[in-house]
């Protein structure tokens, strides 16, 4: 039986931010292997397709070992950790909001197949940051840099089309 510390962290990431980046390096620190798991509904169309979404997540974490990025459609959270042999979610919380959005989820998902939900608390610079409000404050002109990395704000430029800072 392997004895591997596996932990997931799911999201959207469309696209990752540096908050998601401060938890992951965290799970990093506490587990033996992080997946970080692009979960994507094919049907909704995102500012990024899935693929970069997961380029933008290897660049990010190059510099861990122990972390691998993967993608999945239309999939169940919980038969992605059941098939990978993933004990535990971990899932930064900025706040109350977060808490309301993730724990249905987290209690779903412990019904569903017994795997727990851990919550991180994220580092209070990147309590403003998620990927709906970096691409609209983007998408306007306003300045994203030190919420992002230099990668992605290029990437972000290049989507937009303006100068995206
Ligand atoms: O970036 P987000 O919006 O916080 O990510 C949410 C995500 C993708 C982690 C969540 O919607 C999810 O786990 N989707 C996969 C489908 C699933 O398992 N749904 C049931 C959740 S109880």
Redesign the pocket.
């Known amino acids: 039986m392997s004895t591997t510390r596996r932990c997931v962290c ?5 696209p990752v931010t540096l908050g998601h980046v401060d938890v992951i390096e965290r799970a990093s620190k506490l587990y033996d292997e992080v997946v970080v ?5 094919p049907d909704k169309v995102g500012m990024f397709t899935p693929q970069e979404r997961v380029e933008l997540l290897q660049d990010e974490l190059a510099h861990l070992s122990g972390v691998r990025v993967v993608t ?1 459609a ?7 950790c059941n098939e990978m042999g993933i004990a535990a ?1 971990v ?1 930064g919380l900025r706040g109350e909001t977060d808490y309301s ?2 724990l ?6 412990r019904h ?1 197949s017994g795997v727990e939900t851990l919550f991180m608390p994220g580092d209070p610079a990147y309590t403003q940051v998620s ?1 709906s409000l970096i691409k609209e404050v983007a998408r306007f002109g306003g300045d994203v840099r030190g919420l992002v990395s230099d990668r992605v704000l290029a990437a972000l430029r290049s989507r937009i089309g303006g100068s995206g800072s």
């Open positions: 799911p999201g959207s990431y469309d798991a692009v979960l994507f509904n999945f239309d999939r169940l959270l919980v038969d992605v979610i899932k959005y993730e249905p989820m987290a209690v779903m998902n569903l990927s």
